[in-house]
């Protein structure tokens, strides 16, 4: 073995240690979130003491402050700096920035980053798992991480879609909108919880929208949540229960952020292209990718989160059958997912304006 630099040997720990303190706080962010301490301070809006937050939350007052040291230490939650030599307990006090609420606390705010929190319990259960489909091949689909992955994932995608879908997005696809607002059929596959289905049915009350999905967790949601919103235009369905048209009916289809979970994503976009009309419209939605992983490694900052999270969830998903076609989380750049469009019937392919900061998003049409 070469010698050790130890100052490379330093670095190279800390640089390590770095990623455990990421796993251990963000172990802490959920906390934070499940036990309702972000929207107690988000509420409060100016700066609280220990004691304050713990009667605010009804938590114990020693939990909380152990917790609120490991949150300000690591800057996910502000912090008052004591001048003073010997400060007390009760001189430490915690607040939440506008940013740090929006992020951390505000459900309807488009940057909420609290879903993939949500499910890290789950997330973190499939390392019970992992080492038997490293050896087998075989992953384990959504319905793996159980209701509160669902959950989780309706938390991610739903906030963005609340504030973009309507305005920024569907707008920007060559005449859709007008169709809607006239009536269409759309279908919206992979629709987990629903959350897309449910803001095109209530915008376009014309329309009538059936989405598909494979995970019972995420249609009982979905059912759920249909019946709360008294929606009339909108069903929810297992595609193996009732399968897509294969008639060329369907209008609209849309996928957000689910193809690159499938075992077999070229075959969904053949049937996709047998259930669109001629003159029909496919609003893809997946992670934006590169071709390569140097690409993504040096354009992506987010690349090593991208393919762990691909490893627990996505690559996964799409290898939990034998023969899945496991794309992964960065899997489908522009060049292939226009590749398995052009091979499934589609002639045309076009990448939308749309600011995003994971996702890509195309216009794809017979
Ligand atoms: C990351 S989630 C996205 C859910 C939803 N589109 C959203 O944006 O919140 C991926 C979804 O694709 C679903 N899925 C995977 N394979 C599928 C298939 N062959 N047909 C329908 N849905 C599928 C999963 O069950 C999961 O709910």
Known sequence: MTKVDPDKLKLFSFLLFTKLEGAVTSAMVHLGDHLGIYRAMAAANSPMTSAQLAHATQLNERWIREWAYNQAAAKIISTINNPSDSPTIEDDTFFLSPEQTAVLASDDHPAFGMGMFHGLPQTMDSLNHLPESFRSGIGRNYDSKGAQGAVSIERSFEPWSRANLISAVLPKLDGVTEVLY????????????????????????????VGYDISKYALARAAEKLQASKITNATFTDPRDQPMPTDNSIDLITTFDCIHDMTHPQQMMQS???????????????????????????????????????????????????????????????????????????SRFRRLEV????????EIRP
Not at 355 to 362: D, Q, R
């Open 182 to 209: 006239k009536g269409a059929q759309v279908a919206d596959i992979g629709c987990g919880a629903g959350g897309a289905v449910l803001l095109m049915g209530k915008e376009f009350p014309n329309s009538k929208f």
């Open 272 to 346: 996709i292209r047998q259930a669109i009309t001629n003159d029909g419209t496919w609003l893809l939605v997946d992670i934006k990718a590169h071709d390569s992983f140097t690409m993504n490694a040096t354009k992506n900052p987010m690349a090593a989160l991208l393919y762990g999270v691909s490893v627990m969830s996505c690559m996964s998903s799409s290898m939990s059958q034998p023969g899945g076609a496991g794309l992964g989380t960065l899997g489908l750049s522009a060049k292939t997912a226009e590749q398995m469009a052009k091979s499934a019937g589609f």
């Open 355 to 362: 600011e995003h900061a994971v996702n890509a998003f195309y």
